[in-house]
């Protein structure tokens, strides 16, 4: 027998050596150092297995172990952690309670591990995971709301450093802007900025370097240089009634809801580092409430039915010059809401979050809470975590039960 021939002998008895009765490499096959068909890949041998519906790897070593209906690390897809055990219920997160049993929370807001809040006349705090068993600790210490605030639109801001927020001292008749560091005053009480205010409501809103607060009762707009607590009012000329504010680092926000005809609408400065020396001109025509994510702002304005319904409306800096683009119609009424790189989220007075994924509510508006016994009456949000402070449970006269309060969270 000749070399070429002996070699074709021996190839061919490794070949039915390695190779079952299924023609599949066995299991002492070596290593595939075949050059690869570039034609398609191998299924057999490239291609993990499919996993069954609903379940997956998730990085389990390709075991399909994963469950993503009830995997809480896992919810509906890998990576999706719903921030607490128990929480995932058919591939949905649902809302986990940071803290309950409480009175009526009517602010709020998040700054890195904590989570803030306005209750009974102080700024009390915990981790956004849950509060301990213990009582929270507060960062406001002896600031007392008058009962007619009680359930209205106070409002809180929270930065790496400092806590602020508009309340009422028990020995003046004057409101005006407190703070203290975000990690708590300790014994000492809230230190005061010197801005001037009223006894009505006053909302807030800040960016990296300044506060804006409007005043209820006259409806001027008041700025805090956070620096060195220099209070500025910000006159602006043809508006009356000044009902929210939003801001960024580029721009404050005002909407104006009952003034003369022709003067209700969406104003905008777009120079808060000069104290908006340039004005305030208009956006839109009409719009009550008002937020942004740094690069468009987000309204509502009046639906078919204005008693009880709202449309959501996008529009984006510099100019918002046209039409707007509607993002959900009919709303029932909002109570308060957010926005932030990923969508605009908003708490409904029929007790639900719901929101839009951006850009241009892909999928549709989503909800991700429902409980139409309860009253959301503040929203915030974090990279991956919608938070809102609900004012508590109603009761069957229609009034609220008292300390059903709660801060809620969910993943997004």
Same mark, same amino acid.
Request: with cysteine; proline share 6%; glycine share 12%.
């Given at each position: ?20 009765d ?6 002492d ?20 297995e ?11 070593a390709g075991? %399909? ?10 919810c ?13 219920k ?6 986990m309670?940071i803290l ?37 600790s ?15 639109s ?17 020995d ?15 014994q ?9 205010g ?11 370097n ?9 409806? +001027? ?11 500025t ?22 909407t104006?809801?009952?003034g ?16 908006c ?18 690069t ?9 039915s ?16 046209? +039409?707007p ?27 639900s979050?719901?929101? %839009? ?28 975590f ?17 300390n ?9």
């Amino acid at each position: 027998m000749g070399r070429l021939a002996l070699l074709t002998v021996c190839a061919l008895a490794i070949v039915a050596a390695c190779v079952d009765d299924s023609n599949q490499p066995g299991k002492d096959a070596g290593p595939d150092t075949s050059v690869p068909d570039t034609g398609g890949p191998d299924v057999a041998a490239d291609v993990a297995e499919a996993c069954e519906s609903g379940t997956a790897t998730c990085g389990d070593a390709g075991t %399909c172990g994963t469950e993503l209906a009830t995997d809480d690390h896992n919810c509906g897809a890998c990576g999706h952690d719903c921030g607490g055990a128990n929480l995932c219920k058919q591939g949905v997160c649902q809302p986990m309670v940071i803290l309950d049993k409480i009175a009526s929370p009517i602010a709020i807001a998040v700054n890195g591990p904590s989570v803030f809040w306005y209750v009974d006349g102080e700024i009390d705090r915990c981790p956004v995971t849950g509060c301990p068993s213990q009582f929270p600790s507060d960062v406001g210490n002896g600031i007392h709301v008058p009962a007619h605030w009680q359930g209205g639109s106070l409002y809180l801001a929270v930065d790496s450093t400092d806590a602020w927020w508009p309340g009422w001292t028990t020995d003046n008749s004057q409101e005006t802007v407190f703070y203290c560091p975000a990690a708590g005053c300790g014994q000492n009480n809230p230190s005061s900025t010197g801005a001037a205010g009223d006894n009505f409501s006053t909302e807030m809103a800040g960016n990296t370097n300044l506060l804006y607060y409007i005043n209820g009762n006259n409806g +001027t707009l008041t700025r805090i240089r956070k620096l060195d607590r220099n209070a500025t009012n910000l006159g602006i000329p043809l508006l009356y009634a000044l009902s929210h504010v939003a801001a960024d680092d580029d721009h404050v926000l005002v909407t104006d809801t009952s003034g003369p005809a022709n003067t209700g609408g969406v104003y905008v400065c777009s120079d808060p580092v000069t104290d908006c020396t340039g004005g305030f001109p208009k956006l839109l025509d009409n719009g009550n409430l008002v937020t942004t994510n740094k690069t468009g702002l987000f309204v509502t304005q009046a639906g078919t039915s204005p008693s009880t319904q709202v449309n959501v409306v996008e529009c984006d800096y510099p100019s918002c010059s046209g +039409t707007p683009t509607v993002l959900a119609t009919d709303e029932h009424l909002i109570a308060a809401m957010t926005a932030d790189a990923s969508g605009v989220y908003w708490a409904t007075k029929d007790g639900s979050i719901r929101g %839009c994924t951006l850009p241009g509510c892909a999928g549709g508006v989503r909800t991700w809470a429902a409980t139409p016994s309860t009253q959301p009456q503040a929203i915030a949000t974090d990279a991956d975590f919608v938070y809102w402070a609900d004012l508590g449970t109603v009761g069957d006269a229609g009034g609220l039960i008292a300390n059903t309060g709660s801060i809620l969270r969910v993943r997004k």
